[in-house]
């Protein structure tokens, strides 16, 4: 069974960087489409960044130009460097790995972000 673990969450004060990561417990991340959602209080889970599988990025509107998701097959790591943070980034984050060959989703357990003004 396939474990993501995220980390690099925390409280940071609006205007700053964080970086989260999310390391797979196997080698899951060649290949397959994976992404970054978030989810805030009372709202439901968005997407944030995507790497297809053939690895074309998508950003949500609210994170372009802010945020960038990268991956590195080697460390069986994704990350998502968060730029110019606002308060509405706060959220709890959740890497995501969709396996095609099984159709299986994958979820890490999720880490939170909270973005002070």
């Known amino acids: 069974q396939v474990q993501l673990v995220e980390s690099g969450g925390g409280l940071v004060q609006a205007g700053g960087s964080l970086r989260l990561s999310c390391t797979a417990s196997?080698?899951?991340?060649?290949?397959?489409?994976m992404g970054w959602y978030r989810q805030a209080p009372g709202k439901q889970r968005e997407l944030v960044a995507r790497?297809?599988?053939?690895?074309?990025?998508t950003y949500a509107d609210s994170v372009k130009g802010r945020f960038t998701i990268s991956r590195d097959t080697d460390k069986n790591t994704m990350y998502l460097q968060m730029n110019s943070l606002k308060p509405e980034d706060t959220a709890v984050y959740y890497c995501?790995?969709?396996?095609?060959?099984?159709?299986?989703?994958?979820w890490g357990q999720g880490t939170q972000v909270t973005v002070s003004s």
């Open positions: 790497i297809s599988r053939g690895g074309i990025t």
């Open positions: 995501n790995v969709f396996t095609t060959f099984p159709p299986v989703n994958y």
């Open positions: 196997g080698s899951i991340f060649s290949g397959n489409a």
